[in-house]
């Protein structure tokens, strides 16, 4: 954890009333900023919050689909609790969505996408991480074409998952969506992670040191 951060839930103090979405500000329950580790080597992106992450507050948590993700992240060393904690521990890590408020009957459309984007950006460059990784294909989508020169129909995100895609000054590790992460796919993207984690992954960008 960065030893100036005081706190892991919406660290930066995002406006947690955002009105910006007419289609989503009457449906959500609430807004689901980011959460983890400022210092963080590591930013993961899913679409939109789940049910869960809805309900506590804390992106990829409250179900059992994020408990499978979290039990991913103990996994390769990121998160020090239980899969099912609402405050997962995380050390070198931040999670993220494209969309910060959840509808409850649909995806969230490339409008709320859009509208949405500058949260993310400012997470993106406050944090300045290493490694992106997109969870799921819509993030994988976005993020793709921010910041690689990779065709928007060469991204598939169950063909990239749990491999490396150079980027724009981030390198992405895709990740399939929680709902979709087997054991099998779970695995596969552990393995590749923890043999990334003993790479020279950091690139010279003027990071402050952990």
């Not at 580790?37 to 993961?44: K, L, S, T």
């Not at 899913?46 to 869960?52: F, K, R």
């Not at 000054?169 to 709902?179: S, T, Y």
Request: proline letters at 7%; charged letters at 30%; one cysteine or more.
């Amino acid at each position: 954890m960065d030893a100036e951060q005081d706190a892991q839930q919406n660290p930066y103090g995002m406006d947690e009333d955002c009105r910006n979405c007419p289609g989503l500000c009457d449906e959500r329950e609430r807004v689901v900023h980011g959460y983890g580790d400022v210092g963080a080597d590591f930013v993961f992106v899913g679409e939109a919050p789940s049910a869960g992450a809805e309900r506590t507050g804390v992106p990829f948590t409250g179900g059992d689909a994020d408990e499978r993700f979290q039990h991913v992240l103990g996994s390769v060393g990121l998160n020090y609790s239980l899969p099912d904690s609402e405050e997962p521990e995380l050390e070198n890590a931040f999670l993220t969505y494209l969309t910060r408020c959840r509808h409850p009957d649909r995806e969230p459309t490339d409008d709320e996408v859009v509208t949405c984007e500058p949260y993310l950006n400012a997470d993106v460059r406050m944090i300045n991480p290493e490694i992106l990784v997109p969870v799921g294909q819509r993030a994988l989508t976005e993020l793709g074409k921010e910041y690689t020169t990779t065709p928007a129909g060469d991204l598939n995100v169950a063909e990239r998952h749990a491999t490396a895609i150079r980027g724009r000054g981030f390198e992405l590790v895709p990740m399939v969506a929680p709902e979709n992460l087997t054991d099998e796919r779970a695995d596969e993207w552990v393995e590749f992670f923890l043999d990334l984690q003993d790479t020279d992954y950091r690139q010279t960008k003027g990071r402050r040191k952990r």
